[in-house]
Structure formats: structure tokens, C-alpha cells
């Protein structure tokens, strides 16, 4: 009897050591786990921090967390997820409105300011207007013979009628024949129709030539001669005009045509 006695007292006390250790074991996986929610709230709460929340915040996460105490774990992170998507949602439209600002400065600070610069105007320079030589006789006399480029002339020489591309200018044998005109020496010649030539260039394409000549020897070819310089004498080698009174035979031209001289000559 004595022997049942200590064998129930023994499974009592295996049991009752079972119970405690049940509970014990039962309120430690309650620590754990309310441990648990209190370590996922307060990284929570340090996760908002280190995103850019203020002291204010962190106040009114930890008075939030204070009054979810009688609530439900799944209703306290409901909470909490939508207070943080507020404040997600706040931040980005923040930085969007501060990008848009930043950018908008930018880009009317960048443009240059352009100046509007009157074109410039070229001036045209004046053309230069070089006046036609002005021809003084080459020697004192009269004109026994006119200029007839479209007349027939007769020549008592020829003994025909011509024409006559110049004027004979009478004047004795050996006077002074002067240049009529500033210019320079083209060429001295013997002409088999008007014997001695010498040939003036001068100025707009203008030509004088003096014919009928003794002697050229005062000017050479390539000179340059003034108004009234010392060209020749006065002879008789004009072999066309030969029998006619001694005279200078004298021509203008203007591009290699005829003029007729006493239009032109002073």
C-alpha cells in the first residue's frame, strides 16, 4: 500500500514538473514572438529615419507605437505602411517639384542673349572717270587739204579722186612737228604711202599719228612725250602726196577708227 502511495506521489510530481515546464516553454515562445513584433517595429522605425525623417516624425512613430498597444500586430503595420507610403509620396513630389524649378532656372540662365547687328553696308567706290586727251595742232599753218573719209578728194599726185583719212597741214620744210597730246611713242616708220610716221598713244584708245616727216630723231620708241614736246621736222617723204605744197600730213583715232582732226584739235 505504502508502495502505491510513493509511486503516485512520484508520477504526480513527473506531471506537475511536465505542466510547469509546458508553461515555461509556452510563455517563452510568447517573449519571442513579442519580441519579435517590438524588434520589426523599431527597425521600422529606423528605416524611416535613415530615409530623411525628422525628430517630429520619429515622435509621432513612437507615440503611434504607444497607442497600438491593445491593438492587433496586422492592424499596427496597416497603419504604419500607409503613414510611410503618405510620406514616400510626399518626399517624391517634393523632389519632382525642386528638379522641375532647378531645371527651368537652368535652362533661362543658359540662353545667350543675342545681339541683332545692323548689316554692314559695303560702299561702292566711284568708277574713275579718265577725261579724252585734249590735242593742240602739232604745227602753225593752214589746211590745204581736209579730212574725207566718205568725199572723193582728188589728188594731184595720184592724178585720181581718194579718200582722205587725215588733214594736210601746210608748213615749211625742217618746222618743229610737236606732240599734240600727252602720250607715248608707239612706233617710228617709213610709210610707203605718207613716208617718215610717227606714231603717239594716248589716253580712252585714242592715236595720233604725224606723217610726211623730214627727220624723228628727237623721240625714241617707248618714251613718254608731253603736249607741245619736239617730235620731228616737217619734210617731203610722202610718196602719195608728193607734188602737193609742203605740208604734215595729220591723223586722229579713237579704237582704230578715223576721226576727223579740226573736231578735236584746239
Not at 11 to 40: D, F, G, Q
Not at 52 to 68: H, I, P
Not at 173 to 188: C, F, M, N, P, Q
Request: aromatic share 6%; with cysteine; glycine share 6%.
Amino acid at each position: 500500500m505504502g508502495k502505491k502511495i510513493k509511486k503516485i506521489t512520484y508520477i504526480s510530481i513527473i506531471l506537475t514538473i511536465i505542466v510547469v515546464l509546458c508553461l515555461i516553454a509556452a510563455m517563452i515562445v510568447n517573449i519571442n514572438k513579442m519580441y519579435s513584433e517590438y524588434r520589426e517595429q523599431a527597425l521600422d522605425y529606423k528605416t524611416s529615419i535613415t530615409e530623411g525623417s525628422t525628430g517630429d516624425d520619429f515622435v509621432e512613430g513612437y507615440e503611434e507605437a504607444s497607442s497600438s498597444i491593445g491593438k492587433t500586430v496586422e492592424e499596427s503595420k496597416k497603419e504604419e505602411n500607409k503613414t510611410n507610403e503618405n510620406k514616400i509620396e510626399n518626399k517624391e513630389e517634393t523632389k519632382t517639384e525642386s528638379k522641375t524649378e532647378n531645371k527651368t532656372e537652368a535652362k533661362t540662365e543658359s540662353k545667350p542673349k543675342t545681339e541683332t547687328k545692323a548689316p554692314e553696308v559695303k560702299k561702292q567706290e566711284a568708277p574713275v572717270i579718265i577725261p579724252d586727251p585734249s590735242f593742240i595742232k602739232p604745227v602753225e599753218g593752214e589746211i590745204i587739204k581736209e579730212y574725207s573719209k566718205e568725199n572723193l578728194i582728188y589728188s594731184e599726185t595720184l592724178k585720181e579722186w581718194t579718200t582722205h583719212t587725215g588733214i594736210d597741214i601746210q608748213s615749211e620744210l625742217t618746222t618743229v612737228v610737236k606732240a599734240a597730246a600727252d602720250g607715248t611713242i608707239k612706233s617710228i616708220k617709213n610709210d610707203p604711202r605718207y613716208g617718215l610716221t610717227v606714231i603717239i598713244e594716248h589716253v580712252n584708245g585714242f592715236e595720233t599719228r604725224y606723217s610726211n616727216l623730214l627727220t624723228a630723231e628727237f623721240v625714241k620708241v617707248g618714251e613718254k612725250v608731253t603736249s607741245g614736246q619736239t617730235i620731228g621736222t616737217v619734210g617731203n617723204t610722202a610718196s602719195f602726196e608728193v607734188l602737193d605744197k609742203p605740208h604734215m600730213h595729220f591723223e586722229i583715232l579713237k579704237n582704230s577708227e578715223y576721226l576727223d582732226p579740226t573736231t578735236y584739235i584746239k
